[in-house]
């Protein structure tokens, strides 16, 4: 950790020796600077193995505490410097001299900034006196401390892949069939074991297993954490419910008391066979808070309970009828074999010179899955040549757990994963301790906030996102994040951390004075905080002592309005990351107007309408997160903000059945092109005055990763792509037309940005642009409102790796035909809206990997694809508003006549747009003449939008 500060304050150290204006005006200043950089740059050799020792080494564990602390002060010191330095700056090197003289008070700012460094070099001597004292124990252990090579295999971090567990096969099978079979009544089974046993991934098997699926009408899956309030927990299960029968959830529900949500859960599964897994129950008061919430019907519904309390499993399964408890055991020695071979060694067999340590290191793990993991994770990074750095491993765990108390074990497991770390993921690491437990962390947030906090170090040829991209692997690699939920292409979208490793590393960041987290309001804090998290309630005043030195400030869950002003009186000058995520803003908060420092800055959620002019003065500003606010158009000083990296300002339209999926974008100034740095910028309005020159001007951002632009007029089609194909790193481009019938023309673009993944056109082509087909890094296409006369189908089939294919009213023709060997990848597929469609062949040997499709309001396709019954890997068939003589094709009974060719798909439904919503039928209950959902008077699919609009 120390190594961490110190890396950091040297590079700021090395920007400011050679500083024009230190050397004019802080004449006293560059020496201290110059004596602080070079011993640093002396002890930092030495840091990183202090950081793995201090926890057995009462005195280096103070030294590095120490170290620690002159860092953080130093740094506050230059920061307090720059914010003089940059003050009201004015044009030119002359102009800045005159307005820093008068900012700074003549000789008085210049006594004080030397004064202060004159102090911390007094406290650096004595800690290098101590350096030299400690010195022994530093050349010891250095001989295993420099290893760090990796294996970049991102499948080592999927742990809830079957295919990589084991030990589950003999589990699982028990608990389905305990599913399936038993008693028509409701039944609880409960899984009981200890933190890390596998409770929540053998849950999870067979929660997604295909028979269980096909099984139960309803499932929700239900993460009940220790700290979770009774009512959010209610509410999280409606949601969840609301989900899994596809109706939008009504507003009311946010409202409602405990009671009214009792009796909502209960309406919706009183005649219906569910499933619901309750996740980590620590408590009866959970128990009890649900319970009379799921109802006892006789439809063999079942309740799966997950706890690390035995006493919870006994009690929960003791007062229901036939209602079973799983005691999950250790791994047996074969088998923690088998996955420790499989995670060190990815596979391969343990070599032989090193079979003895392993099985020693494994003897220690005492079959528990996540230390496994875990201690592989810290392993796969060593040289197989290297049996000392091993024997470390080894040794340095047996002497942690000879007390055998597995919860402490466990965690000196985990810590020495985390000590292993190299010094620049250490941080990143810690950084997960700011979020709330059981809090999905989103991959694109986490990327930014890394940025944004300094941590991500430069390397030659990749932006720093891509950097921080290779540190998220890094960490995965190790297993020390798990992949949570992933995009339809195959994109990480969330992580999530097991809750073991969260208490360790917010116990760590604790002791190193990394971040704090607000809970409660009688809880202690250090007197000098760093990051600030508040979770779920916020009341005024904050128990701080001083936030003068805050770094970070994120607010989760909090529903009260943050008066940042009241709360933080003293202000936080240095602030470089504001989250307010999801809080009840209503105005920009004008305290951000003197954060110079400030580089992420977060009102996604909420209900600010307007930015104001001010915001000039974040020079700094990267990351200006505006996603799902009322903001639509910003001032033209936004153009001063030169370093932006990510401009988000949109939200989801959901006005109406046609327009489920619309984005509304914001009008911004036509000299865009000032914003060189710019990465993502969604969604820009286009049917502007003076829009062909702001679509030229778009050419100037070639560092765009992704652009959304919405309107986008005809005439500017020329202009645009002239632009697109100077984005040469160009990932993902989605295009809207002002109206439906607009047209889209881009067949000028020559030279498409060859690594372009994502593609969404949302309006009319007069022909399909002859560029798509040759994107050969195209994973997922979605072509709206494009009425081509020509079937896309022989153009698009030949895409290679194309995985999500998303099509709505793109072909007027009567047919369409996947032809064999073509869409070879293809996983997903939509059909939407083919007004003159009336049948569709799949032959043999097409789209062969598919596994999800939906067909949705052809109103003129009255049967199931031809040659549906070839495509053997498909899971899930959704018919959306389709007419009724196809739904009866498939009715599951003696008249049917094309049911048996979707036998073999496990999930089969019929869904209907009613009163603002989906409302989903499976296969199964279009057999039941009284419970058919389609009335006798069938209302077409034209007649239900007509009534919704």
Known sequence: MAECSVNFLIEKLSLLVDNEVIIILFRGVREQVVYLRLEYERMRAFLRIADALQDGDEELSVWVRQVTDIAQDTEDILDEFSLLQDHDQAHGFYGSLLKLACCVKNAKASYRIASALKGINSRMKIISQVHKHLRHKFIQAKQGSDSNTWHDCRCDALLLDESDLVGIDKPKKILVEWLIKGGPGREVVSLAGMGGMGKTTLAKQVYDDAGVKKHFKIRAWITVSESCKIQDLLKDMVQQLYKATRRRVPQAVESMNNNQLKRTIKELLQRSRYLIVLDDVWNLDKWHAVKYALPSNSFRSRVVLTTRNADVAAFTSGIESNSKIHNLEPLPLAESWELFCRKTFKGNACPPHLEEICRNILRKCEGLPLAIVAISGVLATKSKWRID???????????????????????????????????????????????????????????????????????????????????????????????????????????????????????????????????????????????????????????????????????????????????????????????????????????????????????????????????????????????????????????????????????????????????????????????????????????????????????????????????????????????????????????????????????????????????????????????????????????????????????????????????????????????????????????????????????????????????????????VPSGIEHLTKLKVLEFFDMPVELINTIRPDEKCNDCWKISHIPEVYSTYWKEGGWEVYPLESLADGENCPLPKDFINTRELRTRWK
């Open 389 to 863: 750095e091993w024997d470390m491993v080894s040794r340095s765990l047996g002497a942690e757990i000879e007390g055998n108390d597995k919860l402490k074990y466990l965690k000196k497991v985990l810590s020495l994963s985390f000590n292993d770390l190299p010094y620049y993921l250490k941080y990143c690491f810690l950084y997960l301790s700011i979020f709330p437990e059981d809090h999905l962390i989103e991959h694109m947030r986490l990327i930014r906030l890394w940025v944004a906090e300094g941590f991500i170090e430069a390397k030659e040829g990749k932006t720093l996102e891509e950097v921080a991209e290779d540190y998220v692997n890094e960490l995965m690699n190790r297993s020390l994040m798990q992949v949570a939920t992933t995009t339809s292409d195959g994109r990480v979208k969330t992580f999530r951390i097991h809750d073991l490793l969260r208490e360790i590393i917010i116990s760590k960041s604790r002791d190193q004075n990394f971040a704090a987290i607000v809970k409660e309001q009688n809880m202690q804090w250090p007197d000098r905080v760093r990051r600030l998290s508040v979770h779920n309630s916020l009341e005024d005043p904050l128990p701080i002592r001083s936030v003068s030195r805050l770094r970070s400030l994120f607010m989760f869950g909090v529903m009260e309005k943050p008066l940042l002003n009241k709360l933080f009186p003293g202000g936080f000058r240095l602030l470089n990351v504001l989250d307010l995520r999801n809080s009840p803003l209503k105005k920009f908060p004008v305290e951000v107007v003197n954060l110079y420092h400030l580089k992420y800055l977060s009102l996604r959620d909420t209900k600010v309408k307007m930015v104001p002019r001010y915001i000039e003065k974040l020079q700094n500003l990267e990351t200006l997160d505006l996603k799902h606010s009322q903001v639509t158009e910003l001032p033209i000083e936004i153009l001063k903000l030169q370093k932006l990296r990510h401009l988000l300002v949109y939200r989801n339209e959901y006005a109406s059945y046609e327009h489920f999926h619309a984005k509304s974008g914001f009008r911004i100034m036509e000299s865009i092109g000032v914003f060189r740095s710019l990465q993502k910028l969604c969604f820009i309005e286009a049917n502007l005055e003076g829009s062909e020159h702001m679509m030229r001007e778009l050419g100037k951002l070639t560092q765009l990763r992704r652009l959304g632009i919405v309107k986008l007029r005809r005439e500017n089609g020329k202009a645009l792509c002239s632009s697109i194909e100077k984005m040469t790193s160009l990932r993902a481009l989605s295009i809207s037309s002002e109206e439906e019938d607009d047209i889209i023309d881009l067949q000028n673009l020559s030279a498409p940005p060859v690594l372009l993944q994502r593609l969404y056109l949302r309006g009319r082509l007069e022909i399909l642009p002859h560029w798509i087909s040759s994107l050969h890094s195209l994973v997922r296409l979605s072509l709206k409102w494009s009425r081509l006369k020509d079937d896309p189908l022989e153009d698009l089939q030949h895409i290679p790796n194309l995985v999500h294919l998303i099509l709505c009213q793109v072909h007027n023709g009567e047919k369409l035909c996947f032809r064999s060997g073509g869409f070879k990848k293809l996983k997903i597929l939509g059909i939407d809206e083919f007004d003159e469609l009336r049948s569709i062949e799949v032959e043999s040997g097409a789209m062969a990997c598919l596994e999800e499709l939906s067909i949705g309001r052809c109103q003129f396709l009255k049967k």
